[in-house]
C-alpha cells in the first residue's frame, strides 16, 4: 500500500476501528462529518480527497439502509473529488446473505449491492467472515477476510476448556470451524441445519455419529442475527449431553430478543468481534484490517 497519499475515513459510528487502522498504517484519518435530518435522510460532510488512495471504514449493520445509503453517499463524494482509488472496508456490509435466487421471483441482493459499489466508483471491497465468502466476488477486486484465528486466539487464551469440541451450526459454517478447531488444537463437528424458504423456520440436527458426551463445545459462526440458529443448536447438544456451550461470531446482530434467548438456552458465554457494536464485542477487527494493508 502506498502510505504517502492514502486516507481513512469514516463516520464516528465506525471511528473506533478507523482511527486505529489509521494509527497502525501511520496515515491520515478523515471524518465524515454525518447529520440526520428529521425525515430520517442523512447528509455527510467530507473535506476534498482529490488525488487521494480512499480506505473508507463503514459496517453497514443495522439499520442496515440508513448505514448502506451513508456509505454509498462517502464512495460518490470521494469520487466526484477525483480520488485515485475507492477501496471499500465494510466489516458487516448488508445484503450479501441471500447470494442466490431461494424461491423463484427472489433478487439476489449480494449481487446487487456489489453492483451499486461498483457504479459509484469502488475500485476495490474488502468484507470479514461474509456469509459466503466464495460469493464476495464482483467485477473489481473483492476480498473476504476472517476473524476466526481472533476469535480462536480469544478462546485459547480466556476460556478454560474441557476436552473441546467446534460446532458449526450449519454445513455452510464448515471451513471457518475447521480453522477455528485447528487453532485450539481439537477437532469439529458440523450440525445440519435446514431453513423452510417461505416461513424462515429452522431445523437443526446431527448426523455425524461422534460423540460430544461431556465435552465443552464452541459454537462458531459468521453471524448471529434472531439467535435461533444458535438456540437450536445448543438445545439439540445439550440433549446429547454436552457440558458447556461457548459461542464466537464474528457479527453480533443480536436482533430483538436474540441475548435473552441466548442466555435462555444456557449458554456459558457469547463472544464477538467488534463489527457490530455490542457488550459482547470483545475481538478487535482493526488489526486484521491493518495487517491486510500492511502486506498489500
Ligand atoms: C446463516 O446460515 C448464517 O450462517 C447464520 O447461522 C444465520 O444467519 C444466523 O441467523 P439467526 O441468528 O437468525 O438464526
Do not use: W
Not at 121 to 141: M, R, W
Not at 176 to 187: D, L, Q, S, Y
Not at 246 to 263: M, N, R, S
Request: proline share 3%; net charge neutral.
Amino acid at each position: 500500500m502506498q502510505k504517502n497519499n492514502t486516507v481513512i475515513i469514516s463516520d464516528d459510528r465506525n471511528s473506533s476501528i478507523a482511527k486505529k487502522i489509521s494509527l497502525d498504517l501511520h496515515v491520515e484519518y478523515k471524518n465524515a462529518q454525518l447529520r440526520l435530518f428529521a425525515d430520517g435522510e442523512s447528509k455527510i460532510r467530507l473535506e476534498n480527497v482529490a488525488g487521494n488512495n480512499c480506505i473508507i471504514i463503514n459496517s453497514t449493520y443495522p439499520p442496515t439502509d440508513r448505514h448502506l445509503m451513508q456509505l454509498f453517499m462517502i464512495i460518490y463524494k470521494c469520487k466526484q473529488d477525483g480520488a485515485s482509488d475507492i477501496c471499500v472496508v465494510s466489516p458487516y456490509l448488508a445484503y450479501t446473505r441471500q447470494d442466490k435466487v431461494f424461491v423463484e421471483g427472489e433478487i439476489v441482493t449480494n449481487n446487487l449491492v456489489g453492483e451499486i459499489l461498483a457504479t459509484l466508483g469502488t475500485t476495490k471491497l474488502i468484507t470479514i467472515d461474509s456469509h459466503n465468502p466464495s460469493a464476495v466476488n464482483y467485477s473489481y477486486e473483492s476480498i473476504d477476510l476472517t476473524a476466526i484465528p481472533s476469535l480462536a486466539n480469544f478462546a485459547k487464551k480466556n476460556f478454560r476448556l474441557n476436552d473441546p469440541i467446534v460446532i458449526s451450526p450449519d454445513e455452510g459454517g464448515i471451513q471457518r470451524a475447521k480453522r477455528f478447531a485447528e487453532i485450539i488444537n481439537t477437532n469439529m463437528l458440523s450440525l445440519v441445519k435446514t431453513r423452510d424458504r417461505f416461513t424462515g423456520d429452522i431445523s437443526v440436527s446431527i448426523n455425524d455419529q461422534q460423540s460430544v458426551n461431556k465435552r465443552d463445545a464452541l459454537i462458531v459462526d459468521d453471524m448471529i442475527s434472531t439467535g435461533s440458529s444458535i438456540v437450536k443448536a445448543t438445545e439439540l447438544l445439550k440433549k446429547n449431553n454436552i457440558a458447556n456451550v461457548y459461542v464466537l461470531c464474528t457479527h453480533a446482530l443480536l436482533l430483538d430478543d436474540a441475548k435473552e434467548k441466548l442466555l435462555k438456552a444456557g449458554i456459558k458465554e457469547l463472544i464477538s468481534t467488534n463489527s457490530i457494536p455490542n457488550e459482547f464485542a470483545k475481538v478487535d477487527l482493526s488489526g486484521v484490517i491493518s495487517d491486510y494493508f500492511s502486506s498489500h
